[in-house]
């Protein structure tokens, strides 16, 4: 009998990235409640490269990031093909992390340029979903800024940038989530980057992982629209053996220290974009779920009100989620690369034994 399935508990490997040992998320030994407070480009720096930049390492690094968030011409010839397809944001991605790796000198790219290519393919999905113009950087901004500014249209305010780039510091990485471990898996055979983010991003669609925040936001319209009592809602779900997205979490189970931050963000959010009514229902039925199955918020529980008051279409929730872990997933690629083996473990076969085949009459 196997008792840790889902590998639960189970150590696969060392790595030196974040930890959540005893419940405390640490990126490279700072604990997140104090690095959500530094840049975005700092925190990339901290996960790739294991240590802060100094001041001009930094700046040299934000506007190298900068200058690298633009994408050749035949990718943006063939997104603007695809992303207009009916299908889900995240199945577009998919196809665009793959077609990312396929333009011409593509076996150059290395981490800066994959990012930044992966931050702006997502922001043209995003406007070309929404027949709107492509919009091209501004190489006096920031990464966060322009990441907002390619998305929405708008320049973002000081406050609604520094607001995001803490939601993309506390998305950034996560040990060996999903995701993360699927990246590692193609890394250990030594496939290239793409390859391993294309494999990323379809273990992020799923809703028991980074699909959960469009879940969320969709339970929040369908008792708002449908003025549903959110409590008979709740038990509606769970009598039917539904999950309620956005609670629970494999490592913690007294609190995601994620969630407490995005809560802070998402209530002066809903402040300046009149959207208070969703996260009052979000308190009763954070309040509800914990008085009655001691179930926490996680991290995409609030999040998904925060990508609602960007002005963010509840389908593009996930990607912006895979945008911030694209951050991690290279940390991790890398680390594998460099210090991995070939990932190949093994299972106990519980089907039949001792059968032999006989060739049928009549067979040839
Ligand atoms: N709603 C209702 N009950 C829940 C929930 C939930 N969201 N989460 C856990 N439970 C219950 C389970 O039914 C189970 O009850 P039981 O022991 O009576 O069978 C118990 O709590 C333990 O839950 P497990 O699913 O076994 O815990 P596990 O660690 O395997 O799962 C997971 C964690 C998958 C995140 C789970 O909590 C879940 O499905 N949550 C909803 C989906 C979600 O929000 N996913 C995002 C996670 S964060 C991230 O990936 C970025």
């Known amino acids: 009998m196997v008792k840790n399935h889902g590998l639960a508990g189970i150590v696969v490997d060392e790595t030196k990235i974040s930890s959540t040992k005893n419940a405390h998320l640490i990126y490279v030994g700072y604990p997140i409640e104090e690095i959500a407070q530094a840049s975005f480009e700092e925190v990339v720096f901290l996960l790739w490269y294991k240590h802060l930049p100094k001041q001009t390492e930094l700046v040299a690094f934000r506007q190298d990031l900068v200058n690298k968030m633009v994408l050749p011409a035949e990718t943006i010839r063939l997104l603007l093909y ?41 922001a043209a999905i995003i406007r070309i979903r929404d027949n709107e113009p492509l919009m091209e950087i501004d190489p006096d901004l920031g990464v966060v800024e322009n990441f907002l500014l390619m998305m929405t249209g708008k320049k973002p305010s000081k406050r609604l940038a520094k607001m995001f780039s803490t939601v993309m510091i506390l998305h950034a990485d996560h040990e060996f989530n999903a995701s993360t471990f699927t990246a ?45 009592d959110p409590l008979k809602y709740l038990q509606d779900q769970l009598k039917a053996k539904r999950k309620i997205m956005g609670f629970g979490h494999r490592i913690y189970k007294d609190g995601d220290p994620r969630a407490r931050i995005l809560k802070q963000i998402a209530a002066e959010l809903v402040q300046t974009t009149d959207n208070q009514v969703y996260y009052q229902l979000q308190i009763k039925i954070a309040d509800y779920m ?5 179930l926490h918020p996680n991290v995409d529980y609030y999040t998904a009100l925060i990508y ?34 070939l990932i190949r473990p093994s299972s106990v076969y519980i089907g039949p034994t001792g059968r032999h085949y006989l060739r049928r009459v009549g067979d040839h």
């Open 308 to 341: 609602h008051c960007i002005g963010l279409e509840k389908e593009t929730f996930t990607m912006i989620f895979a945008a911030c872990r694209t951050v991690g997933w290279l940390a991790h690629i890398m680390e594998q690369r460099q210090e991995g083996s």
């Open 290 to 294: 914990f008085a009655r199955f001691n």
């Open 82 to 122: 695809i992303a207009k397809e009916p299908q889900h944001p995240m199945s577009i991605l998919r196809t665009t992390t793959s077609l990312l790796g396929t333009t011409n000198d593509v076996e150059h790219d290395e981490p800066p340029k994959i990012l930044a290519k992966m931050l702006t393919a997502i």
């Open 184 to 228: 590692r898996v193609a890394a250990s055979t030594l496939t290239d980057y793409y390859s391993c983010l294309t494999a990323a991003v379809c273990a992020l669609k799923g809703p028991l992982h980074g699909g959960a925040n469009e879940r969320v936001f969709e339970m929040l319209e369908t008792i708002q629209q449908q003025q549903i």
